[in-house]
């Protein structure tokens, strides 16, 4: 309580309201004191303040909300929180991503790219938020009010930051000494609306698979959906059954023909395709000669497996959305999101078009002109980050090249588009990675990716000690044993030739 009455230029007790002045200045005591938190800017309501000592290191867990409003569609809004404030906190600070559309306040850890290390564990402050709206993981009806979409497309994360410091500042009776912000999927295009718009909120920035174009990036797979349609068998009601278009066998044969084209291309037959910039697959290989049915494709199906890794062109050729890599988890029936090939799979919400034909001109035109709010959710247009890199703020992104809702390509050709359009003093590598996982689906996952790697180290370090990260060392599930170095792009890992071949040692960062 002592720290907290410190923090008088932050901290506005009720009027009226005795402060729960306790006895003693234990953690318990000061956590349960900061349920009469007030913020002098902040309609802030706390409904919760717990002292948590039994999952990771002991805590003050608040929740609460603010910015309380009746909405355009006359519902009641409110950015709901859940601030972890750690007994012993390094100073450090973090914004955690969201995911999906939001709608829910997820519990404030801070887990991603964390090497199974999460943040709080680490001594930081973690907030978590919903983004100023309530709804399941795909209602998109907050879209009925200005703020609540304004607040999805970024403005959050802007409210939520400034309210986190404020009450960081107002606990601890000191301000914050770095602030981070880490998220993956919607929350990596959060990182880059982040930086984008708001260059000043954070000194570094972990920005995984963004979802910063969903509008062309749904498209492309319905696109993808609908070309499936076309050389799959009918159903008995009618519609076509996907799962037949390709059997298991087949499914198989492509995943083998990848593997034979690409996986020694990094000096190793392991398994995992870490040189994907040099992959050049080609389905028509695959093709059956002449009399031949067996261990082999139809032409039909080799077109439509080249078609689903291709760029989706509109009607006068140019890309609408860049092609997907070919990579080692595209047949993934694993993960929760299946691979970019398992168009039959009835888990995946993307793949209910019954369709036969596809106008990606029309697509796009609704993508584009028919959703304007959609334009400004999107993370992909503004790609100078002067601002941001001037003041010393640094900023990693990670991408699953098995990634089958977003394609890598995309991120790359952001970093690449971002990295000509900021001109600072400083090379782009002084404050800009971009780390390619191969085998990652989205976010985690993949039969044969390491999905495990700590970013979270590497920025700090970079933030704080002007340490630029290197490698990063990756480990996980799909091979217990094995650990592989994550090169920053455009370099990929290559095996040395010598050494343990489960090893992270024996491979080295090269560029093609
Ligand atoms: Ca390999």
Redesign the pocket.
Known sequence: MVKLLIATAFVALMPGLTPAVAADSSPEAQCSAAKNLQLATFDMKVASADHVKDKGPAHCLVSGSFEHRTGADGKPYAIGFSIALPDNWSGRFLVQGGGGLNGVVRPAVGDVASGGKNALSRGFAVISHDSGHKGEAWDTSFRADQIATLNFAGWSVEKVTALGKALVAAYYGKSADRSYFAGCSTGGREAMASAQRFPTLFDGIIAGAPAMRTSRSNMSLAAKNVAMNKISPASADSAPDRSKAFSDGDRDLVLKGILKSC????????????NPGACKFDPASLVCPAGKADGCLTKQQADIVAETFSPTLDASGRPAYVAFPYDTGVMSTTDPIPGLMRFDDKRNRQFKNNAMSFDVDDAVEKADIGDPQQRLINADQWTDLSSFATRGSKIIFFHGVSDPWFSSNDTVGFFNRMSAATKTGKRVEDWAKLYLVPGMSHCSGGPAGLDQFDMLTKLIDWVEKDEAPRSVEASGKAFPNRTRPLCPYPLHAQ?KGEGNADNAASFECRNN
């Open positions: 996986d020694g291309l990094d000096g190793l037959e392991d398994g995992m395709i870490a095996y």
